[in-house]
């Protein structure tokens, strides 16, 4: 049977010093604060609506509270597509 032939691998070459640089920025400072703030308002006004038997935060509303609640965790997830 015959010998396959060995492939010589090509050396590595580095790329150019300072072609290629990237910055890595950390991105608004705000967003992570502001993003932890509306899980835990929405969070709480949840647990706020649960514990008071509908009695708070508005009383008026309804369950709605619930769907205002996930509305500030929504805000959060939204608020975290910008975090870098």
Not at 35 to 43: D, E, H, K, N, P
């Amino acid at each position: 049977m015959p010998k396959s032939r060995l492939r010589k691998k090509s050396d590595y070459t580095p790329p150019p010093s300072g072609a290629a640089t990237v910055k890595l920025d950390s991105g608004h400072h705000w967003v992570a604060p502001l993003m932890l703030a509306l899980f835990l308002v929405g969070l709480a006004w949840i647990v706020v609506y649960y514990v008071t038997s509908a009695d708070w935060p508005v009383k008026s509303w309804g369950n709605w509270n619930i769907l205002v609640g996930f509305g500030f965790i929504a805000g959060g997830f939204g608020v975290s597509t910008q975090w870098k």
